[in-house]
């Protein structure tokens, strides 16, 4: 167990140097022997994996604006289904239980800030953001931050944060600060039993009341993924770049190992 754990703590850190490494899920682990396929949730935006999934199900974005679901079969993969909906070029694809513990979504966006929600299982669009909303969409994480039955989504457009809810996708506040950020995840970092928003400029806010609780002097970095990686019960923040990683401690409100 501590052998499995100390590899999953370094898969962390060594994938936060690489660019754009982003996982599916916030809270999903993918297996450490994971196939060649599912490793690529790890590395892409645009392709995820569904958590916890007997099918092994896996979605990704095309620059066509398809999404594309596939499953796997007698250890290959085939495609269930298809949509070409978003239109244009897919910035991110997302899979998590979103509203409930049976209920598997994806969530996507596309390069015109139009966002989409699609049941998994009954392979349809469930939702999507009016075209002429948002101009663009920077980041997106999905969380439950305000201890409800079903998750949030979380994303960035055009700077102002904004929090949806995952069930009736109703808007449920968006701030009136502009964050020049590329990234953004969600969870309890201080150890508070509250989950946190953390951007990647080094802002970090209250879930539930979005308010400041702590801004770094230093931008954590361009992508960012929460693990307990020191085995302490709180999660730190690995933040990847072109230039370094870094692990924050939110609770000390400092980088680890600095």
């Given at each position: 167990?501590?052998?499995?754990?100390?590899?999953?703590?370094?898969?962390?850190?060594?994938?936060?140097?690489?660019?754009?490494?982003?996982?599916?899920?916030e809270g999903y682990w993918p297996p450490v022997e994971a196939d060649d396929i599912h490793v690529l949730a790890w590395r892409f935006d645009t392709f995820a994996s569904a958590p916890d999934d007997e099918l092994a199900r896996v979605a990704y974005g095309t620059a066509e604006g398809k999404l594309v679901v596939l499953q796997n079969k007698n250890d290959h993969y085939e495609e269930m289904w298809r949509s070409s909906e978003l239109v244009t070029r897919v910035k991110e694809v997302q899979i998590d239980y979103v509203v409930d513990d049976s209920t598997l979504s994806v969530i996507a966006y596309n390069t015109?800030?139009?966002?989409?929600?699609?049941?998994?299982?009954?392979?349809?669009?469930?939702?999507?953001?009016?075209?002429?909303?948002?101009?663009?969409?920077?980041?997106?994480?999905?969380?439950?931050?305000?201890?409800?039955?079903?998750?949030?989504?979380?994303?960035?457009?055009?700077?102002?944060?904004?929090?949806?809810?995952?069930?009736?996708?109703?808007?449920?506040?968006?701030?009136?600060?502009?964050?020049?950020?590329?990234?953004?995840?969600?969870g309890d970092v201080d150890?508070?039993?509250?989950?946190?928003?953390?951007?990647?400029?080094?802002?970090v806010l209250d879930g539930a009341t979005r308010g400041l609780e702590w801004e770094s002097t230093q931008e954590f970095g361009d992508c960012l993924r929460l693990a307990d990686v020191d085995g302490d019960g709180r999660l730190e923040v690995i933040?990847?770049?072109?230039?370094?990683?870094?692990i924050w401690d939110i609770d000390e409100r400092r980088q680890k190992w600095d």
């Open positions: 167990m501590k052998r499995r754990w100390l590899i999953r703590a370094l898969l962390l850190v060594i994938a936060a140097a690489i660019p754009c490494f982003v996982f599916a899920e015109r800030g139009t966002l989409f929600v699609f049941d998994l299982d009954r392979q349809r669009l469930m939702w999507r953001t009016h075209e002429a909303r948002f101009s663009s969409i920077e980041a997106m994480t999905l969380a439950n931050v305000d201890s409800d039955e079903q998750m949030e989504i979380i994303f960035l457009a055009s700077g102002k944060l904004y929090i949806f809810d995952g069930r009736d996708y109703v808007e449920e506040w968006s701030s009136t600060q502009i964050f020049d950020a590329k990234d953004v995840v969600a150890g508070d039993g509250q989950a946190e928003i953390v951007l990647s400029t080094g802002h933040a990847g770049s072109e230039k370094a990683t870094t």
